[in-house]
């Protein structure tokens, strides 16, 4: 079953549905729900609108949308940074320091 999709940016992945994906012109996450969490997983930002705020907005979107959730990431050298952001700013509760293994493969759809 899906979990509560809210406004245009969010839809359920056409093959796994535990998984949802948010969606803009500019960004892309594909939030992934184990139990109380949400795992980020293929977190893009287009480089063009990179080190604007368009991926803390996004983080934001998806905190406010599941509240209830405690949102989780693991990150390469090249996202530690924001993901350290977005956990000192209380958008994310927990980054973990090695990758995640996820129960789906890299979905084909992005």
């Known amino acids: 079953m899906h979990p509560e999709y809210h406004e245009d940016k969010f839809r359920p992945h056409k ?5 949802v994906i948010y969606s803009t012109p500019t960004s892309i996450a594909h939030c992934v729900f184990e139990e ?6 293929n977190v893009i930002v287009h480089e063009n609108y990179q080190k ?6 996004m983080m934001t979107e998806i905190k406010e949308a599941y ?7 693991d990150y390469t050298n090249d996202s530690q940074e924001f993901w350290q952001k ?4 209380d958008i994310i509760d927990e980054i973990f320091h090695e990758q995640i293994e996820f129960t789906y493969d890299y979905p084909s759809e992005i």
């Open 15 to 19: 093959v796994y549905d535990h998984v």
């Open 52 to 57: 604007q705020g368009v991926g803390r907005k």
């Open 36 to 41: 109380n969490k949400i795992y980020m997983r």
């Open 86 to 89: 977005m956990k000192a700013e």
């Open 67 to 73: 509240p209830q959730y405690t949102i989780c990431s």
